[in-house]
């Protein structure tokens, strides 16, 4: 079975620029969560949609939202870019019923 | 508010010698703890949930159990392809159906030397 799958692999953006990443969940998962790592910490929550509803948000800027589509594929955006945004974003999936989180390979994302 | 500690930040085994990490954890109401392995630039794989103190979960050299404040990851006989960074994480319990967010601590980076 395909695990998460998120695009793109890297991305170079330059600071003030938007950014929009994609995530795609293991079939039949419908809930999505995007977290922020950046070198040397672990992942810090962003976002969690579950049936197209967003049900959490972590302690992060207006800058950043994210949506979740009818096939329960989801987009994070992120506009205004600082330095500090430089990191890799992870998507994880989670099927109903359970509370493991499975994470995508994740994007990496570096703000010049 | 949610808060995970590891230790140590890194660990440094000589092939065969076996060890331990520690996650210290305080949460308002745990649903679960999890176990997570990390690869350089990949995302997190999963390994276990722990959901209640006195629980053990076992896979192939690595063995996870939980008390009511830490969890620990024991490392029988571990192999150079055991080096990893290990997450450890907690979902509180938010009411209902609902499985929220997961809160990381920082890691504990594993080098297994042959």
């Known amino acids: 079975d395909a695990g998460v799958t998120q695009s793109p692999t890297h991305l170079i953006k330059t600071r003030g620029q938007h950014v929009t990443l994609r995530c795609s969940p293991i079939?039949?998962?419908?809930?999505v969560s995007w977290y922020q790592q950046v070198l040397g910490q672990g992942p810090q929550f962003i976002f969690q949609y579950y049936e197209k509803e967003e049900r959490g948000r972590g302690n992060f800027p207006d800058r950043f939202s994210a949506r979740q589509f009818p096939n329960y594929s989801s987009e994070l955006n992120v506009n205004a870019l600082l330095l500090g945004d430089s990191a890799l974003y992870l998507c994880?999936?989670?099927?109903?019923?359970?509370?493991?989180?499975?994470f995508g390979p994740g994007t990496r994302l570096t703000v010049l | 508010e949610d808060q995970v500690t590891q230790s140590p930040e890194a660990l440094r085994l000589q092939e065969g010698e076996s060890s331990s990490l520690n996650c210290s954890y305080t949460?308002?109401?745990?649903?679960?703890l999890f176990w997570y392995r990390q690869d350089p630039g990949k995302g997190p794989e999963f390994l276990f949930t722990l959901y209640s103190a006195g629980e053990e979960k076992e896979k192939e050299r690595l063995k996870a159990t939980l008390t009511k404040k830490e969890s620990f990851l024991h490392i029988t006989a571990p192999k150079p392809e055991d080096s990893a960074t290990y997450l450890c994480a907690v979902q509180a319990d938010a009411g209902g159906t609902s499985y929220g967010k997961l809160t990381f601590g920082q890691g504990t980076i594993l080098t297994v030397h042959p």
């Open positions: 079939s039949g998962h419908k809930s």
């Open positions: 949460v308002s109401g745990l649903r679960g």
């Open positions: 994880a999936s989670s099927p109903p019923g359970v509370g493991e989180q499975f």
